[in-house]
C-alpha cells in the first residue's frame, strides 16, 4: 500500500503573522500522526518563513507554481533552482485556477513539470474536467489529453515517483466534492492510462484528490484503493481541520 499524502494549497492567503500562528498549530496538532506525509505549498514569499519553522518536523514545504524556463530575463518568474534554495521540495503544476486565468496551455505545464523533475523536486501535477465536460461524458478524454502531453514530450517514466492530483474544476471551492466512486473511478483511470506505457512509473506514482475536502468526506475518500491523499486548498487554512484530513489519512 503506497503510503499517504496531504497536500495544503494556501493560494493566495497569509501574511506573516497569521502564517506563523497557522504553522505553529499544524506542528502541535500533527506531531503525532507517523504514517502521513505532509506538504504546505504557501506562496512564494514565505518559503522562508516556512523553511525556518517547518525545517525539524516531518513536514515539508513547497510552491504553487514554477516557471519553465531554468533562468534568463523573464520578470517575475521565479524557478526551480530559486525553490531550491530555500528547501522546497514539492511544487503545484497546472493548478486549474493559474490554467484558466493565465491560460497555460498543456505543453507550458509539461515543460514545467519536467523543469521540476530535472531539479529534483517532486511535481504535484492536477488534471481535472470542467462541470460541462463531465456531464457530455468526456472527463476521461479530457485529463488523459493532459496525462499524455507529457508522456509525448518526455515519456512515460517521468511519472514514476511523481504526483498527480486529481481536482475536477467543478469541486474546487464549490462545497461540492465528487463522490467517493466517482473519484476512484478516475483515479484508476489516471493509474491505467500511465500503466498502459510504464508500470512501474504507475505504481510508484501518487494520486491525490483534491476538491472540496473535508473531515468528513475525507475518511470516505482515503479508504479508496487509488486515492492515496488530498490536495487541500481551504480546510488546509483552518489547522483543526487539516488535522482532521490527516487524521483521516494517517
Not at 514569499?45 to 516556512?50: H, K, R, V
Not at 496551455?105 to 460541462?132: R, Y
Amino acid at each position: 500500500m503506497r503510503r499517504k499524502i496531504v497536500v495544503a494549497n494556501w493560494k493566495m492567503h497569509g501574511n506573516l503573522a497569521t502564517n506563523q500562528q497557522l504553522l505553529e498549530a499544524y506542528i502541535e496538532r500533527l506531531k503525532e500522526l507517523d504514517n502521513v506525509d505532509v506538504v504546505v505549498c504557501v506562496p512564494y514569499p514565505y518559503l522562508a518563513q516556512a523553511q525556518s519553522l517547518l525545517s525539524k518536523t516531518s513536514m515539508v514545504w513547497g510552491a504553487q507554481n514554477l516557471s519553465k524556463d531554468p533562468v534568463g530575463a523573464f520578470t517575475g518568474e521565479v524557478s526551480a533552482s530559486m525553490l531550491r534554495d530555500f528547501g522546497a521540495s514539492h511544487v503545484i503544476i497546472g493548478h486549474s485556477e493559474r490554467a484558466t486565468a493565465y491560460c497555460e496551455s498543456d505543453e507550458n505545464i509539461a515543460t514545467k513539470f519536467m523543469q521540476a523533475k530535472s531539479h529534483g523536486l517532486t511535481p504535484i501535477l492536477c488534471v481535472g474536467e470542467t462541470l460541462i465536460e463531465r456531464e457530455a461524458g468526456v472527463m476521461e478524454m479530457v485529463v488523459a489529453k493532459q496525462i499524455d502531453t507529457i508522456i509525448g514530450m518526455y515519456g512515460a517514466s517521468v511519472f514514476a515517483d511523481a504526483i498527480v492530483s486529481y481536482e475536477p474544476i467543478w469541486a474546487i471551492g464549490t462545497g461540492l466534492a465528487a463522490t467517493p466512486d466517482q473519484a476512484q473511478a478516475m483515479h484508476e483511470f489516471i493509474r491505467g492510462r500511465i500503466a498502459s506505457y510504464d508500470k512501474a512509473a504507475a505504481n510508484s506514482l501518487k494520486i491525490l484528490y483534491g476538491g472540496s475536502v473535508n473531515p468528513q468526506n475525507a475518511v470516505q475518500l482515503f479508504v479508496m484503493q487509488d486515492i492515496d491523499g488530498g490536495l487541500i486548498g481551504r480546510c488546509s487554512l483552518n489547522a483543526q481541520e487539516f488535522e482532521g484530513i490527516c487524521r483521516a489519512a494517517n
